[in-house]
């Protein structure tokens, strides 16, 4: 269930690309939730919008900001987080659209030095909110925040509950004997949240106990899925009860998607110690062909409409603090208050050298 439940963040897949039907122009300078950026004018045209490949906003929201602007929006798809930024920066001479959304914490850094963004500082309200979760270093405005969430292990309550073993909560406890052969964890070399999960171990842990720590995890049985699909709903437990592992590598925002039908609460839980906040930014492309329209998405990524529907179709949380979160995510998806504490710069300047010192250690 991608976008409806968890995220997944699949390797790359064949390049993807929908074209959504525009309606009519209307002309106005204001953008969308009376957002009024330097993006004015933009009226007709098309503005291709690159994202990772779990995009995804509520039927009726796209086709909201082309009836408001008269522009025609064409989505290009060219796989998960890295392989987005990996495009950015190949196609940087001739790029693949206007607008790029869903370039996160792992990555924010590469696409600033690459040169592949243009500077721009919405004027839409919820901008405030997401200028407090800008990129460090980041002062020309290349990046905007729309996102962001944990990536944290979740366990599956009622398989521990029954077996009367108590749940894990830190890091450290998962090299523990009573939890051997009960993780599974995604490649952080094919997964966004793998990456998450291999920096916050990195951020925790160090040079060189971070390695000693996952010979640890190797030692007592974790295994390692591709993707986060594989992992959440072929090898955990908590997903139908069918997989054999009750800890796996998700969202703290994961646990409300997991409430049975006529329950009142969710079968699992985001253990908070073991989290790192991954946040997504959107820029405008150096060398688009449609700044401006590039812009006026930009600012409607911000407005109401589309923050209010990030918790349902994206599952990360909204940066604007204007709009209600659902009330199940208020109960059971609470972000963690000390999430692995790394500078996006850290991760640049070592995220090859995570990767590849984490795959001699796992997969030999």
């Given at each position: ?39 004015t004018g933009a009226s007709g045209g098309t503005v291709t919008l690159v ?11 796209l086709a909201q900001f082309e009836e408001e602007t008269g522009l025609t ?169 069918k997989g054999p592992r009750p800890i796996v590598l998700s969202y703290a ?112």
């Open positions: 269930m991608a976008r409806t439940t968890p995220r997944t963040r699949l390797a790359a897949g064949a390049l993807t690309v929908l074209a959504l039907a525009g309606c009519s122009a209307i002309g106005a300078d204001d953008g969308p939730d009376g957002a009024t950026g330097d993006a994202t990772h490949d779990s995009f995804a906003l509520s039927d009726g929201i929006v064409k989505q290009v798809a060219p796989g998960d987080g890295g392989a987005l930024v990996n495009q950015l920066v190949l196609t940087k001479e001739n790029p693949l659209g206007d607008l790029a959304y869903g370039i996160d914490t792992t990555f924010a850094s590469r696409a600033i030095d690459e040169g592949v963004l243009l500077p721009y500082t919405s004027q839409a309200p919820a901008a405030v909110d997401a200028a407090q979760h800008a990129v460090p270093g980041d002062d020309e405005g290349l990046l905007t925040a729309v996102d962001f969430g944990d990536v944290c292990l979740n366990v599956d309550h009622a398989w521990f509950a029954e077996r009367g073993v108590p749940e894990p909560v830190t890091l450290d406890d998962l090299t523990k004997p009573e939890y051997k052969d009960l993780l599974v964890v995604t490649n952080p070399a094919t997964s966004s949240p793998g990456l998450s999960f291999l920096v916050a171990t990195a951020a925790q842990y160090g040079e060189p106990r971070w390695k000693e720590y996952w010979g640890e995890l190797v030692a007592n049985g974790v295994k390692v899925a591709e993707g986060w699909s594989d992992a959440y709903y072929t090898d955990f437990s908590g997903a139908d009860g925002s994961s646990p409300p998607s997991t409430v049975p039908e006529g329950a009142d609460e969710p079968t699992t839980g985001a253990l908070l110690e073991t989290c790192m906040r991954q946040v997504e930014y959107a820029g405008v492309l150096a060398g688009a062909e449609n700044v401006e329209g590039a812009q006026r998405l930009l600012d409607f990524l911000l407005s109401d409409a589309v923050q209010a529907d990030i918790p349902g179709s994206m599952y990360m949380y909204p940066v604007s603090s204007a709009v209600d979160l659902p009330e199940e995510w208020e109960k059971w998806a609470p972000l963690a208050t000390d999430p692995a504490p790394i500078h996006p710069k850290d991760i640049e300047a070592n995220r090859e050298t995570w990767i590849a010192g984490w795959t001699d250690v796992v997969i030999g």
